[in-house]
């Protein structure tokens, strides 16, 4: 069995990058599309969105998905699966730009496949 780590990042589905030339303030770049083209550069092996249903963050009241349009403060989850030393170098680097953005590293194992 290897062992590998996931990285977890929990923030609100409106939450986005801190812009920082006057193109990306008129088109806020979304934390969900920044992760994944990032992670996606840095090599991470897997990368997954979680479309949640309904759910809360810390300090909020619980919300619901509607049909017709998501809360900006539903959460929003994205897991990121690698070794463990990729996943802490992709966040020490991408991490600070990550405002109010919760990160949880699990360890897990990969079982063999016979």
């Known amino acids: 069995m290897s062992k590998i780590t996931a990285l977890r990042l929990y923030f609100h589905h409106s939450a986005t990058i801190e812009p920082k030339t006057f193109l990306q303030k008129l088109s806020a770049t979304?934390?969900?599309?920044?992760?994944?083209?990032?992670?996606?550069?840095?090599?991470?092996?897997?990368?997954?969105?979680?479309?949640?249903?309904?759910?809360?963050?810390?300090?909020?009241?619980?919300?619901?998905?509607?049909?017709?349009?998501?809360?900006?403060r539903l959460p929003h989850c994205i897991e990121l699966i690698d070794i463990e030393s990729k996943l802490r170098a992709f966040w020490e680097s991408h991490g600070p730009q990550l405002k109010n953005v919760r990160a949880l590293f699990i360890p897990c194992e990969v079982a063999a496949t016979t």
Do not use: C
């Open 30 to 72: 979304t934390v969900a599309s920044h992760v994944m083209k990032n992670a996606h550069e840095h090599g991470i092996e897997q990368v997954l969105v979680h479309h949640v249903q309904s759910g809360y963050l810390p300090g909020d009241k619980p919300q619901h998905r509607n049909v017709e349009h998501y809360h900006p």
